[in-house]
């Protein structure tokens, strides 16, 4: 039935891009010869093309596009984006990945992040995952959405793509300035205000100018959270959750996930000499949040219930600081972009009923857990500073003769101090003495170090062959230390363990493209990705941990060796993709079609594994991934304007081993995803325009690792959802306008993702990461130049 509905729903935005194509056919003689789809200047390849040149399979959305859909972070964007999907835990804890590369295991990404030309993702031993910033979108340029294997030019975290905020540069010439107010009220949450501004100033005309960016949000939550005395016991031998809902509330806190944010943009370009230009900037933002955005799967209300009253905070802060610097030489440039950047995150997170389950019998009272001689509160506290030093130079040519290339060096120095702790109030109920539960610490160093060059030779003007290879190497240092009554020590007493890797490879990519004619361009890809393996933290496999015996049994599950410890660290895996594609435009740029379809082989995939709610990762698995994108815009007719889009994604594992069976879906990937978005623009006066936006996006299922039961992981099924948006406003020449706008029109409360535990899984529940509801409100802008 689920399928069939998917099916429906892809038929309906096939059957409207369709429709589209044959009225904008029909009505394409009677518009202006100046009415025409907008061109996109990119620098996917580090030089600059546009979209419709530049053959890879991109998206690109410009900083005023964004502005004019009401598009205030970037999930809501990459929702939009076929082939991309994500995990999420709430705002800054959000991993993005493309065409079925799931990130779900090891401590890389599988899709970079970039602001600017600095890259932001970094390897993480964070529960919460490899999770990039949320920055605000406020005076962007345009955002680029690069899928396939990026490892030639953007390196190792990108082998299912790259994601490009580019933010707008000072002007020299001009005085500029905006500002934008966004109210709003959410249902069963309340009031929220989002302010922006920007000024730019030019100090000096022509050589020196300063542009500043500032941001605040306040965000009113929607989740309960709440406290509920005589907790019920769980049933089922422990793997149903007790009835909450008959239990006398204790505490009601109305909007547990309410969000802040702050954040500051400074940059300063100085140009001393028409050649040469040196921007430094300075990037600052601060989210804190009260709770997450989850509710429990069982009532499954929009509520958290607790035995104990534990708040759950969450912040995230990060600092930038970075240096371009650009000269032109008579026949190339040379760029170079030094940056240094400093994150850290902090979440608590409550954790008192997850270890009935899986603990239960274990200690003469543990079976009593809510009693009074039960465990009493238990919360995991979760910190992870991170920093990472990079150095990027590179020249790229110029000119129009037939070769084309860019080629550069590249550094990075990450480090990281990330930090697990969890106590318990009772430690007697589990028949222990000491109320460290674990102690988990892990100082990480990476270095990065490769050479890197694409070359494009135009044979004739309408064939091109490119070729690019990344020589790299990687350097990387794990120190553990693990103590407390569920490590393998039983005890305070730390076993420590240090893992040290190193890896040198080529990641080459080849690509062919022909244009024949200038509406035309089409193109054949293939090129290889690779990701970093990592440690594992070590694992109790029987006394004196008392989990270690339900540890060692899922070890057995999984099909490791019993008595044995399993391996302390998993190595790097690859994936070489092939790709085939087309952008064309028809009716003098009214109607875009850009498509492509690829097939991917992904080797020793670095796979999470849960034996009793304790991650380990391995190289478990293979994978053969195909599918296909494919993007439309048209003008409709004069005022009316059509963007459609849709993904399919067929990612399956080869082999059946260590838990996962040949045929199994890679976790967090939906088959299909989809768009459908129509706008209407229409001068109403001499000053004024009227603008109203629609706008559905589609995610399909989706499973997703859970512990519902028993001694190892499973997928847990996420169904689809489609989330509908509505706006409409008055834009004046002056350079003001005002919307309104209504958010997931229907107030759907989908399930994003299943909330990964800092302490341990519980069999009776899952948390569900879920949407913001009904949203409705005025969004007020203002500009000038």
């Given at each position: 039935?689920?399928?069939?509905?998917?099916?429906?729903?892809?038929?309906?935005?096939?059957?409207?891009a369709?429709?589209?194509?044959?009225?904008?056919?029909?009505?394409?003689?009677?518009?202006?010869?100046?009415?025409?789809?907008?061109e996109?200047?990119?620098?996917?390849?580090?030089?600059?093309?546009?979209?419709?040149?530049?053959?890879?399979?991109?998206?690109?959305?410009?900083?005023?596009d964004?502005?004019?859909?009401?598009?205030?972070d970037?999930?809501?964007?990459?929702?939009?984006?076929?082939?991309v999907?994500?995990?999420?835990n709430?705002?800054?804890?959000?991993e993005?990945?493309m065409?079925?590369?799931t990130s779900?295991g090891?401590?890389s990404?599988?899709?970079?992040?970039y602001?600017?030309?600095?890259?932001?993702?970094?390897?993480?031993?964070?529960?919460?995952?490899k999770v990039?910033?949320?920055?605000?979108?406020?005076?962007?340029?345009?955002?680029?959405?690069?899928?396939?294997?990026?490892?030639?030019?953007?390196?190792?975290?990108?082998?299912?793509?790259?994601i490009?905020?580019?933010?707008?540069?000072?002007?020299?010439?001009?005085?500029?300035?905006?500002?934008?107010?966004?109210?709003?009220?959410?249902?069963?949450?309340?009031?929220?205000?989002?302010e922006?501004?920007?000024?730019?100033?030019?100090l000096?005309?022509?050589?020196?100018?300063?542009?500043?960016?500032?941001?605040?949000?306040?965000?009113?939550?929607w989740i309960?959270?709440i406290?509920?005395?005589?907790?019920?016991?769980?049933?089922?031998?422990?793997?149903?959750?007790?009835n909450?809902?008959?239990?006398?509330?204790?505490?009601?806190?109305?909007?547990?996930?309410?969000?802040?944010?702050?954040?500051?943009?400074?940059?300063?370009?100085?140009?001393p000499?028409?050649?040469?230009?040196?921007?430094p900037?300075?990037?600052n933002?601060?989210?804190?949040?009260?709770?997450?955005?989850?509710?429990?799967s069982?009532?499954?209300?929009?509520?958290?219930?607790?035995?104990?009253?534990?708040?759950?905070?969450?912040?995230d802060?990060?600092?930038?600081?970075d240096?371009?610097?650009?000269?032109?030489?008579?026949?190339?440039?040379?760029?170079?972009?030094?940056?240094?950047?400093?994150r850290?995150?902090?979440?608590?997170?409550?954790?008192?009923?997850?270890?009935?389950?899986?603990?239960?019998?274990v200690?003469?009272?543990?079976?009593?857990?809510?009693?009074?001689?039960?465990?009493?509160?238990?919360?995991?506290?979760?910190?992870?500073?991170?920093q990472?030093f990079?150095?990027?130079?590179?020249?790229?040519?110029?000119?129009?003769?037939?070769?084309?290339?860019v080629?550069?060096?590249?550094?990075?120095?990450?480090?990281?101090?990330?930090?697990l702790?969890?106590?318990?109030?009772?430690?007697?109920a589990?028949g222990?003495?000491?109320?460290?539960?674990?102690?988990?610490?892990?100082?990480?160093?990476?270095?990065q170090?490769?050479v890197?060059?694409?070359?494009?030779?135009?044979?004739?003007?309408?064939?091109?062959?490119?070729?690019?290879?990344?020589?790299y190497?990687?350097?990387?240092?794990?120190?553990?230390?693990?103590s407390?009554?569920?490590?393998?020590t039983?005890?305070?007493?730390?076993i420590?363990?240090?893992i040290?890797?190193?890896?040198?490879?080529?990641?080459?990519k080849?690509?062919?493209?022909?244009?024949?004619?200038n509406?035309?361009?089409?193109?054949?890809t293939?090129?290889?990705?690779?990701?970093?393996?990592?440690g594992?933290?070590?694992?109790?496999i029987?006394?004196?941990?008392?989990v270690?015996?339900?540890?060692?049994?899922?070890?057995v599950?999984?099909?490791?060796?019993?008595?044995k410890?399993?391996p302390?660290?998993?190595?790097?895996?690859?994936?070489?993709?092939?790709?085939?594609?087309?952008?064309?435009?028809?009716f003098?740029?009214?109607?875009?079609?850009?498509?492509?379809?690829?097939?991917?082989?992904?080797?020793?995939?670095?796979?999470?594994?849960?034996?009793c709610?304790?991650?380990?990762?391995?190289?478990?698995?293979?994978?053969?991934?195909?599918?296909?994108e494919?993007?439309?815009?048209?003008?409709?007719?004069?005022?009316w304007?059509?963007?459609?889009?849709?993904?399919y994604t067929?990612?399956?594992?080869?082999?059946?081993?260590?838990g996962?069976i040949a045929?199994?879906?890679?976790?967090?990937?939906?088959?299909?995803t989809?768009?459908?978005n129509l706008?209407?623009?229409?001068?109403i006066?001499?000053?004024?325009?009227?603008?109203?936006?629609?706008?559905?996006?589609?995610?399909?299922?989706?499973?997703?690792?859970?512990?519902?039961?028993?001694?190892t992981?499973?997928?847990?099924?996420?169904?689809?959802y489609?989330?509908?948006?509505?706006r409409?406003?008055?834009?004046?020449?002056?350079?003001?306008s005002?919307?309104?706008?209504?958010n997931?029109?229907?107030?759907?409360?989908?399930?994003?993702?299943?909330?990964?535990?800092?302490?341990?899984?519980?069999?009776?529940?899952?948390?569900?990461?879920?949407?913001q509801?009904?949203?409705?409100?005025?969004?007020?802008?203002?500009?000038?130049?």
């Open positions: 039935m689920a399928h069939r509905n998917v099916r429906k729903i892809v038929t309906a935005i096939e059957l409207s369709l429709l589209g194509l044959v009225v904008a056919a029909d009505a394409i003689a009677q518009q202006a010869p100046e009415e025409q789809l907008q996109i200047v990119v620098t996917a390849e580090k030089r600059e093309s546009t979209v419709d040149k530049t053959a890879i399979s991109i998206t690109a959305v410009t900083g005023d964004m502005l004019s859909r009401g598009i205030t970037f999930s809501a964007l990459a929702a939009d984006t076929p082939g999907s994500m995990r999420t709430g705002p800054g804890q959000t993005f990945e065409r079925g590369m779900s090891g401590n990404p599988t899709v970079g992040f602001l600017d030309d600095v890259p932001m993702t970094a390897p993480a031993a964070a529960q919460n995952g990039v910033i949320d920055p605000t979108l406020y005076d962007l340029n345009r955002v680029e959405v690069l899928r396939g294997p990026q490892g030639t030019l953007y390196g190792s975290g990108s082998m299912g793509g790259t490009k905020l580019i933010t707008n540069q000072p002007n020299l010439t001009e005085l500029q300035g905006s500002a934008q107010a966004i109210l709003s009220g959410t249902d069963g949450g309340g009031f929220n205000h989002n922006n501004f920007m000024i730019n100033i030019p000096i005309e022509n050589q020196l100018a300063l542009r500043i960016v500032a941001s605040q949000a306040d965000t009113s939550g309960d959270r406290v509920v005395g005589d907790f019920p016991q769980p049933t089922n031998g422990g793997l149903t959750r007790g909450v809902l008959a239990a006398p509330v204790i505490a009601d806190y109305k909007g547990s996930n309410a969000e802040q944010l702050v954040g500051t943009r400074v940059t300063l370009t100085w140009k000499t028409d050649n040469l230009t040196i921007t900037s300075v990037f933002q601060r989210i804190t949040q009260d709770g997450n955005s989850t509710f429990d069982d009532p499954g209300t929009l509520a958290h219930y607790q035995p104990f009253d534990i708040a759950e905070p969450y912040s802060s990060i600092s930038l600081a240096l371009t610097v650009d000269y032109k030489f008579e026949s190339f440039d040379l760029t170079s972009v030094t940056a240094n950047w400093h850290n995150s902090i979440q608590k997170q409550d954790g008192s009923e997850n270890f009935e389950g899986p603990l239960a019998g200690g003469p009272n543990s079976e009593t857990f809510y009693g009074p001689d039960g465990t009493g509160p238990i919360f995991g506290i979760e910190t992870d500073p991170s990472q990079s150095q990027e130079l590179r020249a790229a040519s110029t000119g129009n003769g037939p070769l084309s290339w080629a550069g060096l590249f550094y990075s120095d990450f480090k990281s101090d990330w930090e702790i969890t106590n318990i109030t009772n430690p007697a589990y222990v003495t000491i109320d460290n539960v674990w102690n988990l610490t892990q100082p990480t160093h990476i270095t170090y490769a890197f060059g694409e070359a494009t030779y135009a044979f004739t003007d309408q064939l091109k062959l490119t070729g690019g290879l990344r020589e190497r990687f350097q990387s240092d794990l120190d553990m230390s693990f407390g009554f569920g490590s393998p039983g005890t305070n007493t730390p420590l363990r240090s040290s890797q190193s890896a040198t490879g080529t990641n080459p080849i690509d062919l493209s022909y244009e024949p004619n509406d035309t361009l089409i193109y054949v293939a090129a290889k990705g690779f990701r970093p393996g990592g594992n933290q070590p694992l109790p029987g006394p004196p941990s008392p270690g015996p339900c540890i060692e049994a899922g070890l599950a999984l099909g490791y060796p019993a008595g410890p399993p302390s660290s998993y190595g790097p895996d690859s994936l070489w993709s092939y790709e085939v594609g087309e952008k064309a435009k028809f003098d740029n009214r109607l875009r079609i850009n498509s492509s379809v690829f097939y991917e082989i992904w080797d020793q995939i670095q796979l999470e594994l849960l034996p709610g304790y991650p380990l990762f391995d190289n478990a698995n293979s994978a053969h991934i195909y599918g296909g494919l993007e439309v815009q048209a003008l409709l007719a004069k005022d304007t059509l963007r459609a889009s849709a993904g067929h990612a399956e594992l080869a082999e059946t081993s260590h996962y045929g199994d879906r890679l976790p967090d990937v939906p088959v299909w989809g768009d459908l706008s209407y623009l229409t001068p006066s001499d000053k004024y325009s009227f603008n109203a936006y629609a706008e559905s996006v589609f995610t399909g299922n989706r499973v997703d690792l859970s512990f519902p039961g028993g001694v992981d499973t997928q847990t099924p996420l169904p689809s489609t989330l509908t948006n509505l409409a406003g008055i834009t004046s020449r002056e350079g003001w005002a919307y309104l706008f209504a997931n029109v229907f107030n759907k409360h989908a399930s994003l993702d299943n909330m990964i535990q800092l302490t341990l899984s519980s069999p009776e529940y899952n948390r569900m990461e879920t949407n509801p009904l949203t409705i409100g005025v969004d007020l802008s203002y500009r000038f130049r």
